[in-house]
């Protein structure tokens, strides 16, 4: 039952709505969003990366001067580098995805 329980779905990142839009005072939060170059955390299903990307939206928004004289932002602590058995099980992943994606998988 697609989307029945949730929306995210393999492949589905680069479907996502950006943070920042083509309509200067719309932004986009939850962690449903594609951050850009302030990507952050885990890449959905995640209230922390819900949080992040409401506070993204609003310093998105600060910076445009959208926000009349407060132009305050609020910083985001990065996260911690990937630990080793992460990046190597993203890195079979991305081995084993090359081979099955030519063929349809």
């Known amino acids: 039952f697609p989307g029945a329980v949730t929306w995210f779905a393999p492949g589905s ?10 309509i200067k005072n719309l932004k986009c939060a939850g962690d449903w969003v594609r951050m850009g170059d302030r990507e952050h955390g885990a890449k959905g299903l995640c209230q922390e990366r819900a949080y992040v990307s409401g506070i993204e939206a609003a310093n998105a928004l ?31 992943n991305k081995q084993i995805m090359d081979v099955l994606n030519p063929l349809g998988l």
């Open 13 to 22: 990142f680069k479907s996502r709505p950006p943070l920042e839009t083509s």
């Open 62 to 92: 600060a910076r445009g001067g959208l926000l009349g004289n407060n132009k305050k932002q609020h910083q985001v602590i990065p996260i911690r580098e990937d630990e080793p058995q992460v990046v190597a099980g993203r890195s079979v």
